[in-house]
């Protein structure tokens, strides 16, 4: 038996498990005698008191299982920062985040990550809800997003496990926060590889779209992408206005879905603001949009998220290659 969770009569729950032949509670070796058989139960020797969460601080919330994250948090001065008498929540990460790549960050730069990873207040699991926006330690605004098997906080989803203490709650989070700072458009022309798909937005008086605040999803074509594309297409697309917003307008999408909201396995049909379906794929590790893969899931923008790909997405049909004919009959008149 590994780290099974019980609820136990006061409400909270802990996990029993086994480490050789000790039997630990909530990851701790503290059982001095194990399964003395009673007419009505069993009864198991601790060496300590448990403490149920609703007696605890927010930083005892802290299992085993997170226990690097809580000595980041001390040994970066951050739990000194938090106030006895104020409330706080932690979005915690498992001990298998600390990678040595991140381990070997500078300590002022981890330690702004890791301010991203405590808010002001207590906010427990009910009471999250979609567009709601979180304040960080360190000032920022983390944005709250509810899909139908998944809640997330910007690019990270929540995995089971919240806890409630006396001053402040915790959640367990899959991945390091990535707060957004700048608009799609400032992170695109910033990354110098979407000239391109820039400049034909720019051409189909579309460049507003990236700029003004909203909720959107952008599956972002690189100048890679272009290279399948002939010349003559290009000059046609150039030419015909409307064709050309009918390709560009069906790589968005109103709302942000990053991959961790997405239901993992199955076709999940988003629609476009062109009008038609964009067919996205996901996995804990990979996207796929019209079985084009993701090159780069999950950059988040002040009004959306990106995914980066290296092919054009087409609308009529499942093309994501040179079309033509003169592309494809001006894209079937403009979709009709």
């Not at 990851?27 to 069993?42: A, E, F, P, Q, R």
């Not at 969460?53 to 951050?78: I, W, Y």
């Amino acid at each position: 038996m590994t780290g099974t969770s019980y609820e136990t009569m006061e409400g909270s729950s802990i996990d029993i498990g086994c480490d050789g032949e000790s039997l630990t509670v909530n990851g701790v070796k503290m059982v001095l005698k194990k399964d003395i058989v009673t007419s009505n139960g069993v009864v198991h020797l601790i060496d300590q008191v448990l403490m149920p969460d609703s007696a605890k601080q927010v930083l005892e919330l802290v299992g085993s299982s997170q226990s690097t994250f809580g000595d980041m948090v001390s040994e970066l001065g951050l739990s000194a920062a938090m106030r006895p008498e104020a409330e706080y929540t932690l979005l915690a990460l498992t001990n298998s985040a600390f990678t040595d790549e991140v381990m070997s960050i500078d300590q002022s730069e981890l330690r702004l990550i890791l301010e991203n990873h405590i808010l002001k207040n207590k906010i427990t699991l009910g009471q999250l809800y979609n567009g709601q926006r979180l304040e960080t330690l360190g000032g920022k605004f983390l944005r709250v997003f509810i899909y139908r098997t998944a809640v997330c906080i910007e690019n990270s989803c929540l995995f089971r496990g919240s806890r409630e203490g006396s001053n402040g709650a915790l959640h367990l989070m899959r991945t390091f926060l990535k707060p957004a700072e700048r608009s799609m458009f400032q992170i695109l022309r910033e990354h110098g590889g979407f000239k391109i798909f820039l400049s034909l937005m720019e051409a189909a008086g579309l460049t507003d779209l990236l700029q003004q605040e909203g909720d959107f999803t952008l599956f972002a074509p690189s100048d890679k992408a272009f290279s399948g594309l002939s010349s003559s297409d290009l000059a046609l697309l150039k030419k015909d206005l409307n064709a050309l917003r009918t390709i560009l307008l069906y790589h968005f999408n109103n709302g942000v879905f990053i991959g961790g909201g997405l239901e993992m396995g199955v076709t999940n049909l988003l629609k476009s603001l062109q009008g038609s379906n964009l067919r996205v794929m996901a996995t804990n590790s990979s996207m796929m949009v019209n079985t084009v893969p993701v090159a780069g899931a999950d950059i988040m923008a002040t009004n959306g998220v990106l995914h980066l790909v290296d092919n054009v997405l087409y609308p009529a049909g499942d093309h994501h290659a040179p079309v033509s004919a003169p592309l494809q009959a001006l894209l079937l008149l403009h979709m009709s």
